[in-house]
């Protein structure tokens, strides 16, 4: 799993569309095809009911699972701008959390 493949995992479900997502990304629609589909495969499920059709619809493993997806990827957005801070010697202010 990578962390992009859960990015174009939102788009797709933001977007409601494959084809937009993947213009979003600057990929064609059979690479986010093909992405949702290695998920599909690692997560031992289907993300949608059906991704052939233009409209998305999520399956009931796939809504349990986006509030999750979500919070991964913004904890990883907050990771890269500490990062970021921490190599241009910025004062990074971080509070842990268990």
Known sequence: MKIEQLEYLLDVLSSGSFLIAAKKNLISESDIRQSITSLENEFGFKLFKN??????????????????????????????LIVKDLKNNS????????
């Open 51 to 80: 991704n052939r059709i233009s409209n998305v619809v999520n399956s009931i493993e796939g809504l349990q699972i986006i509030s999750i997806v979500k919070k991964l990827l913004m904890e990883f957005q907050e990771l890269e």
């Open 91 to 98: 004062i990074c202010e971080f509070n842990y959390r268990k």
